[in-house]
């Protein structure tokens, strides 16, 4: 694997911002890289400090460059950052093959669970999707499970992605994780609740349920479940919904406002009607919009308007406005 490697900065000496300099229209640095995309490689790298990287970003972006930071000031440094670099090429490149392939071994997999040590980020990304691509279970509970991927390492979309690329039994996997998820610390459980909101994995309703009433359960699992029971329909769950928007957290009360859109019903009216005037702007806002998805009648809006409670009054006529 061949990889080319272009340094520069801005903070030249003799011609201070040089790869800046105007080209006919283009700056210095982009003439070079389209230039330099001329010559045969598997990967074009811009070597540069943390100073630059925010003008020098967008140029890479739209030349095929990819940008790596690395030391201003030592050469010997940068020449190891240079090699490391390329290390870290070579086994994301072995990476991704052994996703695209789809060989599961037990070799294979402790390699790829191994990487997610690393302290390269490319490295663990390739890592957790090469995981999911070749699809072992155990190997997928055990990366979800690892320290190492914190939130700024496995964010909520990365999880959502490599679950659509996980490309085995996608009933065994949601079954294995729904059946499993008290393993797991509270974001990855949120992270897969959410997924299963999105997909509309309706079989998650029951233990959602107990979940939710569970005394262990935080706010955030809470606020993620109560959006689950909002896209995915549960009557059961309808009392938990009315009976938390008196919850002390104003998240949660703001939450159960708009899950309430799809439970319209006498009670649920009269509960949002008290709602409405809640201290909280995001509570107000919440209640005000799901009786306007109600199109509830008009003797209600009256009601609200007309109960002394100018702030309940307000935003149900901005609901009103927007809708």
Excluded at 163 to 180: A, Y
Aim: glycine share 2%; with cysteine.
């Amino acid at each position: 694997m061949t990889s080319l490697f272009l340094q520069a900065r801005l903070d030249s000496k003799r011609l201070p911002n040089k790869a800046l300099l105007d080209i006919n229209g283009e700056t210095l640095i982009s003439v070079v890289m389209k230039n330099l995309k001329n010559i045969d490689a598997d990967n074009y790298i811009l070597l540069t400090c943390s100073e630059c990287e925010d003008i020098f970003k967008p140029i890479c972006d739209s030349c095929g460059f990819d940008i790596f930071i690395g030391p201003k000031d030592d050469v010997l440094k940068t020449v190891n950052f240079k090699k490391k670099v390329v290390r870290d090429y070579k086994d994301i490149y072995n990476i991704v093959r052994l996703g695209i392939y789809r060989i599961n071994s037990p070799q294979i997999n402790q390699y790829l669970l191994k990487q997610l040590d690393s302290d390269s980020m490319y490295l663990k990304h390739s890592a957790i999707k090469a995981i999911f691509s070749i699809g072992d279970i155990e190997s997928i509970f055990m990366a979800l499970k690892n320290k190492s991927l914190n939130e700024s390492t496995f964010h909520r979309q990365l999880f959502l992605d490599v679950m659509n690329d996980f490309k085995g039994d996608k009933d065994v996997l949601d079954n294995e994780l729904l059946h499993r998820i008290s393993e797991f610390d509270n974001r990855i459980k949120c992270m897969i609740i959410d997924y299963y909101r999105i997909e509309k994995f309706i079989d998650a309703k029951e233990e959602l349920y107990n979940l939710f009433l569970h005394k262990d359960s935080d706010l955030d699992t809470k606020i993620v479940i109560i959006r689950y029971f909002g896209s995915i329909k549960y009557d059961k769950f309808f009392d938990c919904i009315v009976d938390n928007l008196k919850n002390d957290q104003w998240e949660i009360r703001a939450t159960c406002a708009k899950s309430l859109r799809e439970y319209k019903s006498d009670a649920s009216v009269k509960a949002l009607s008290e709602s409405i005037k809640d201290p909280n702007w995001h509570v107000r806002f919440n209640s005000a919009t799901t009786l306007v998805k109600y199109n509830v009648d008009e003797d209600i809006i009256q009601n609200i308007i007309n109960s002394g409670d100018t702030f309940a009054k307000e935003i149900l006529l901005y609901a009103i406005s927007t809708k």
